[in-house]
């Protein structure tokens, strides 16, 4: 009846100790996760827009830029560092499961007897136990500990796929200047050979007295000025070449990639969806939205800390027995004890963890708002840059036709030099005007089909408790 009565007076002094504990943790506020309240966008939707985003790269037509995406997704070398972070946080969720399993402690013992007078050996006695120890996690420590390991390594797979969407779209803008360059330099090409085909015809009349020496070095200085500008371009598009070996993650001495025209690509119109869904499509939306879970699990693992823990080990079954529930409860009271005198450290760990919630909470809304602003600039450019493609092509043969006639002018004596100099000058800007609006408008396509989230990739590893193979090399045992 003594030992009843002991537990009961035991048991009630650990409530009253557990509230007085959780009694000194301070208020802390914490930030509610933001939503977005816009229903749809300000910049109207692309006309005849039926090309889904889930269509991928291959919407742009270019098995070329497939290639490149896909050898970019495998040896990327930020891609692999993002996929290096997801194993260190499948790392740390195994170290915060582990602290709701027992612990298992191996202990061994030696002793000897010296042998009397007479006996021709020692005696030596030898023991060897194991200690199974369990915390009991009565006020959810550890649990909370698992719910921000698990949020990590959710927002540590979507950091994955978001830095395998900017790698993607880089590619995807390095490969479209390499062909508009390409594309501006076989441009140049032919104007060269314009240019020195009118010299050549320059020099003839020049002989028949009808040209004049002036005209000769206009037209010397026209061919140097589209060769130094053929060297500038030749140089870009190196420069472009090496930049795109490194976003696919291979070296840039032996990388080399085929030039696309860029007019015989169809710029894909992307059906852009609406604004709320942002949330579930775009990766650092996502990872955003995870690190709000881990910081509240932060917190409650920091409120968790005022409140007292129990261990049970079976050593200390045994060797209780000889104590009683007195020396239990004072073992248990001293514990109980340092976790209140230790309240400055504790009412510290709960502020950082409220102040970090918040932080969390702010780096969110501050991704809503950054992906609704690139998806209205993408949406935006998309307009703007298709309709200064379709003025440019329609005024291409316009352009050219007045080269033509201006040259026919010169030959038969109506025209000037200068006249021919700039009607091929207004031709070629008007055709180079036309290859970069053609690049700007893939470029804003990338631009809408980044800021829509991309393909949707499944990454069952990424996503914190659902099952999945083990990778090579790792132990399949959690």
Not at 126 to 139: I, M, P, Q, R, S
Not at 163 to 172: G, P, Q, R
Not at 222 to 234: F, G, H, K, P, Y
Not at 276 to 297: Q, T
Request: proline residues 4%; charged residues 25%; aromatic residues 4%.
């Amino acid at each position: 009846m003594t030992a009843i009565s002991s537990h009961r007076r035991g048991a009630a002094w650990l409530c009253l100790v557990a509230a007085g504990a959780s009694g000194c943790a301070p208020n802390v506020a914490l930030a509610p996760t933001p939503s977005v309240s816009s229903g749809e966008w300000r910049t109207a939707r692309p006309p005849h827009a039926t090309t889904s985003v889930e269509s991928g790269w291959a919407a742009f037509g270019s098995p070329t830029l497939n290639n490149l995406v896909a050898r970019a997704r495998a040896a990327n070398s930020d891609v692999r560092v993002a996929a290096a972070r997801i194993v260190q946080a499948r790392g740390d969720l195994k170290v915060a499961r582990s602290a709701s399993l027992p612990t298992i402690v191996a202990a061994a013992s030696a002793g000897a007897l010296t042998g009397g007078e007479g006996e021709l050996f020692d005696r030596r006695d030898e023991a060897l136990g194991l200690d199974v120890a369990y915390d009991l996690d009565l006020f959810g420590y550890a649990a909370a500990g698992g719910r921000s390991a698990r949020a990590r390594l959710a927002a540590s797979g979507h950091d994955r796929d978001a830095v395998a969407l900017a790698v993607e779209s880089d590619v995807a803008r390095a490969f479209f200047q390499f062909s508009a360059l390409s594309g501006q330099l076989d441009l140049l090409g032919r104007a060269l050979d314009n240019a020195r085909e009118l010299d050549r015809i320059i020099g003839v009349r020049a002989r028949e007295g009808v040209a004049t020496r002036y005209d000769s070095g206009l037209q010397a200085v026209e061919v140097a000025r589209i060769q130094a500008e053929i060297s500038r371009l030749a140089e870009a598009r190196d420069r472009t070449r090496n930049a795109l070996a490194v976003l696919v993650g291979e070296e840039a001495p032996s990388f080399d990639v085929e030039a696309a025209t860029l007019t015989a690509l169809a710029p894909p119109l992307f059906e852009p969806s609406q604004p709320a869904e942002l949330v579930s499509r775009r990766p650092d939306v996502k990872a955003a939205e995870a690190r709000i879970a881990a910081a509240n699990g932060d917190v409650d693992r920091a409120r968790a800390a005022f409140l007292p823990g129990l261990s049970i080990s079976a050593g200390a079954i045994f060797e209780g027995a000889a104590g009683g529930p007195v020396g239990l409860a004072l073992s248990t009271g001293s514990s109980l004890l340092a976790s209140i005198f230790d309240g400055g450290r504790l009412n510290g760990n709960l502020l950082s963890a409220g102040g970090a919630q918040q932080e969390a909470a702010e780096t969110y809304r501050k991704a809503l708002l950054v992906s609704l602003a690139d998806a209205e600039d993408a949406m935006t450019g998309l307009d703007r840059s298709r309709h200064r493609e379709t003025l440019l092509r329609e005024t291409l043969s316009v352009a050219h036709e007045t080269a033509r006639i201006a040259r026919r002018q010169y030959v038969e004596g109506a025209a000037d030099l200068l006249t021919v100099l700039d009607a091929e000058r207004n031709a070629l800007d008007v055709e180079n005007a036309h290859i970069l609006a053609v690049q700007d408008r893939l470029n804003a396509a990338v631009d809408l089909f980044k800021a829509m989230g991309g393909h949707p990739v499944a990454r069952p590893d990424a996503i914190a408790g659902q099952s999945r193979p083990p990778s090579p090399g790792e132990d399949s045992r959690s």
